[in-house]
C-alpha cells in the first residue's frame, strides 16, 4: 500500500487527483475510475471532455503500476512502463516505489 501511496504523491498525480481522494475508499480509486472513463472515451461511448483530467502516457503508465502493485490482477508489463517513461524523476519514482514494495514485503 505504501508504494501505491508514493506514486498517487508523485506532483503529475496528486495536483489532479488531491480535489478527488475525499470521495474515494482507496488510494487506488482514482486510477479504477479514470481507466473506465478512458476506456468509455476510446469506445466512443462518451465525449473526452468527460475524463477528469489528462495523463501523459508515462503518468498513465505510473498508474497502472501502482494499480497492479494494489490488486495484483491487473495485467502490467513493466518493459511497457519503463519504454514509455520520459522524464527521470517519473523513473526514479518507479524504482523508489519498487524499493519500498520490496521493502514491505
Sequence with gaps: MRSVIYITALPEIYN????LLEDYQTPIDWMLDWIEIKNSVDAGLIHPSFLPFELSTSVEQLGNFALHLWNGTESFNLM???????????????IEAISIRIQVN
Design 16 to 19: 489532479h487527483v488531491s480535489p
Design 80 to 94: 511497457n512502463c519503463l519504454q514509455s517513461i520520459d522524464d527521470k524523476n517519473l523513473l526514479l519514482c518507479l
